[in-house]
């Protein structure tokens, strides 16, 4: 009798499993045909894959490259045939037909070791055909075959269950039950006390994750799940924080720097408004009062504005393979005319061969010209600004370096960050709205560069920015990391994740504009 139940309960596990590999490889195939949806769209740009003569886009095939494919038969653990052509969807069925294209077939078997417990089944194949695109609709057809699975070793396993269960049954059936009812139960209790603690905002609340047997290993993975999930929620809820923390401050800030001009303006307005508006000479000084305090409020507006974009990502680079000199040059001749009014000697070091480099001109004019700002208003008369650039193997090297008043060791740690212009007070620092750097770090961010700071007080600053050869093949590096070495600071990131590592267009609204050093 127990062998007859035991083949019947082998029976019914291997259909169940059957139906449940059948299930398992009708939304793998789903996964590989999102997956390829998304490569053969990304590469037509809204073209159509099938011509009106049946012919294939030669653009499916770039994006049905070996490669590709090999990476669909990975998500799929299988071999992968995809076919494209035109579809023939049945409304009553609801079924898709698909006729494909001359050259429109694509396959590729899949041939890792199988993992431990793993078995290529041959019985394990499913296809099925969709209808897509937009405004050009096409087919596609997608088969899987000799997929990867653990039926034969579940089958195996429980298999040796019941013949293990068939010998001791008798004796220790009570024993094996309270045995399993812990061990399904435990794990069960620690999920639950988990995910209680969680809800009470305890984050750090985690699940110790045990070994998985066989029978378990469900659970096991419900558990690394759980614990994923918990990690993702205190990460998101600590960006959260920060971002709340950085939002205050900011805040604060702004609204620091708007109180003094608009102090100012209250109090020019209020001394027209008595007997000094009668006086032709005083109503004329404060008017120059007045309109100096609105161009420092539109400058602040604008260096605001520009800094939030590119925090937000609303500003794309136009990466093009221009000669970074073009951009160089231009920047410093509009910087000229501040640099003769001030005395000081701006000198340009440029090399006779062209610096070719993937970047956004405007951006790095602005870069450049912040820096050059800062540097021109931070040296006496009779000083010099020297702007140079050179070729690197891996990119090039901008510097400007001027004979000012230099940084003192303490401040550069924060001469990036936004409204910091320093603890030394004076003229060249006040004007300013202590934007400049961070909007000059912000975009070499975005180019995937770094900053060095050489500097000695009373002596002069040296800035050199370094630019990768092309920012889109630059990898992440460690997020803003910023040393002091005696009388010298390096500031490097990696660039930021949003779209600004994307070749398109700068918006044409984006002033550019520069603004004094920090400190």
Same mark, same amino acid.
């Given at each position: !009798?127990?062998?007859?139940?035991?083949?019947?309960?082998?029976?019914?596990?291997?259909?169940?499993?059957?139906?449940?590999?059948?299930?398992?490889?009708?939304?793998?195939?789903?996964?590989?045909?999102?997956?390829?949806?998304?490569?053969?769209?990304?590469?037509?740009?809204?073209?159509?894959?099938?011509?009106?003569?049946?012919?294939?886009?030669?653009?499916?095939?770039?994006?049905?490259?070996?490669?590709?494919?090999?990476?669909?038969?990975?998500?799929?653990?299988?071999?992968?045939?995809?076919?494209?052509?035109?579809?023939?969807?049945?409304?009553?069925?609801?079924?898709?037909?698909?006729?494909?294209?001359?050259?429109?077939?694509?396959?590729?078997?899949?041939?890792?070791?199988?993992?431990?417990?793993?078995?290529?089944?041959?019985?394990?194949?499913?296809?099925?055909?969709?209808?897509?695109?937009?405004?050009?609709?096409?087919?596609?057809?997608?088969?899987?075959?000799?997929?990867?699975?653990?039926?034969?070793?579940?089958?195996?396993?429980?298999?040796?269950?019941?013949?293990?269960?068939?010998?001791?049954?008798?004796?220790?059936?009570?024993?094996?039950?309270?045995?399993?009812?812990?061990?399904?139960?435990?794990?069960?209790?620690?999920?639950?006390?988990?995910?209680?603690?969680?809800?009470?905002?305890?984050?750090?609340?985690?699940?110790?994750?045990?070994?998985?047997?066989?029978?378990?290993?469900?659970?096991?993975?419900?558990?690394?799940?759980?614990?994923?999930?918990?990690?993702?929620?205190?990460?998101?809820?600590?960006? !959260?924080?920060?971002?709340?923390?950085?939002?205050?401050?900011?805040?604060?800030?702004?609204?620091?720097?708007?109180?003094?001009?608009?102090?100012?303006?209250?109090?020019?307005?209020?001394?027209?408004?008595?007997?000094?508006?009668?006086?032709?000479?005083?109503?004329?000084?404060?008017?120059?009062?007045?309109?100096?305090?609105?161009?420092?409020?539109?400058?602040?507006?604008?260096?605001?504005?520009?800094?939030?974009?590119?925090?937000?990502?609303?500003?794309?680079?136009?990466?093009?393979?221009?000669?970074?000199?073009?951009?160089?040059?231009?920047?410093?001749?509009?910087?000229?005319?501040?640099?003769?009014?001030?005395?000081?000697?701006?000198?340009?070091?440029?090399?006779?061969?062209?610096?070719?480099?993937?970047?956004?001109?405007?951006?790095?004019?602005?870069?450049?010209?912040?820096?050059?700002?800062?540097?021109?208003?931070?040296?006496?008369?009779?000083?010099?600004?020297?702007?140079?650039?050179?070729?690197?193997?891996?990119?090039?090297?901008?510097?400007?370096?001027?004979?000012?008043?230099?940084?003192?060791?303490?401040?550069?740690?924060?001469?990036?960050?936004?409204?910091?212009?320093?603890?030394?007070?004076?003229?060249?620092?006040?004007?300013?709205?202590?934007?400049?750097?961070?909007?000059?770090?912000?975009?070499?961010?975005?180019?995937?560069?770094?900053?060095?700071?050489?500097?000695?007080?009373?002596?002069?600053?040296?800035?050199?920015?370094?630019?990768?050869?092309?920012?889109?093949?630059?990898?992440?590096?460690?997020?803003?990391?910023?040393?002091?070495?005696?009388?010298?600071?390096?500031?490097?990131?990696?660039?930021?994740?949003?779209?600004?590592?994307?070749?398109?267009?700068?918006?044409?609204?984006?002033?550019?504009?520069?603004?004094?050093?920090?400190?």
């Amino acid at each position: !009798m127990l062998a007859l139940v035991s083949a019947v309960v082998i029976n019914r596990l291997d259909d169940f499993t059957h139906d449940q590999l059948h299930a398992d490889l009708v939304v793998r195939a789903g996964t590989v045909h999102s997956v390829a949806t998304q490569m053969i769209e990304h590469d037509l740009q809204g073209q159509a894959a099938v011509a009106p003569d049946g012919s294939l886009n030669p653009k499916v095939a770039t994006a049905l490259s070996p490669d590709g494919l090999a990476s669909l038969a990975q998500i799929a653990q299988a071999d992968v045939t995809i076919a494209v052509g035109t579809a023939k969807p049945d409304v009553v069925s609801g079924i898709t037909a698909i006729t494909p294209a001359e050259d429109g077939i694509f396959s590729a078997r899949f041939a890792e070791q199988p993992a431990t417990g793993q078995a290529r089944d041959a019985d394990a194949s499913v296809q099925q055909a969709w209808e897509v695109g937009s405004a050009h609709r096409y087919g596609i057809g997608v088969a899987l075959a000799g997929a990867y699975t653990f039926r034969a070793s579940t089958l195996a396993q429980a298999t040796t269950l019941l013949v293990v269960l068939a010998i001791v049954a008798l004796g220790l059936a009570v024993i094996v039950a309270a045995v399993l009812a812990r061990r399904f139960t435990t794990p069960i209790r620690q999920l639950t006390d988990a995910a209680r603690a969680l809800s009470e905002g305890d984050l750090s609340r985690r699940v110790e994750l045990a070994p998985a047997g066989p029978g378990s290993s469900e659970i096991a993975e419900l558990a690394g799940q759980f614990n994923t999930m918990a990690d993702r929620l205190e990460q998101t809820v600590a960006i !959260m924080r920060r971002d709340r923390d950085r939002s205050r401050d900011f805040l604060a800030d702004v609204s620091h720097e708007l109180r003094t001009p608009i102090a100012a303006l209250r109090t020019f307005v209020e001394l027209l408004q008595e007997r000094a508006g009668d006086d032709p000479d005083a109503r004329r000084e404060f008017l120059d009062a007045s309109a100096a305090q609105v161009g420092r409020l539109d400058w602040l507006a604008q260096n605001l504005l520009e800094l939030s974009k590119l925090d937000s990502g609303l500003v794309l680079i136009d990466l093009r393979p221009d000669d970074l000199r073009a951009a160089v040059e231009s920047a410093v001749e509009q910087a000229e005319p501040s640099a003769e009014r001030r005395g000081v000697s701006l000198v340009t070091d440029m090399p006779a061969v062209p610096v070719r480099v993937r970047h956004d001109p405007q951006r790095i004019g602005q870069v450049v010209a912040n820096l050059v700002g800062n540097a021109v208003k931070f040296t006496p008369p009779g000083g010099r600004v020297t702007v140079g650039l050179r070729p690197r193997a891996d990119g090039a090297e901008l510097l400007v370096a001027d004979t000012g008043v230099g940084i003192d060791t303490s401040e550069l740690p924060h001469i990036f960050e936004r409204f910091y212009r320093g603890s030394r007070e004076n003229e060249a620092r006040s004007s300013g709205s202590g934007l400049g750097l961070a909007i000059v770090k912000s975009i070499v961010d975005m180019h995937g560069g770094r900053i060095e700071v050489d500097t000695r007080v009373g002596e002069g600053t040296t800035f050199r920015v370094i630019l990768p050869a092309d920012p889109r093949a630059v990898e992440d590096r460690t997020d803003d990391v910023e040393s002091v070495d005696g009388a010298a600071a390096v500031a490097s990131a990696r660039p930021r994740a949003a779209a600004p590592l994307l070749p398109r267009a700068a918006p044409a609204d984006v002033a550019n504009s520069s603004s004094p050093r920090a400190p």
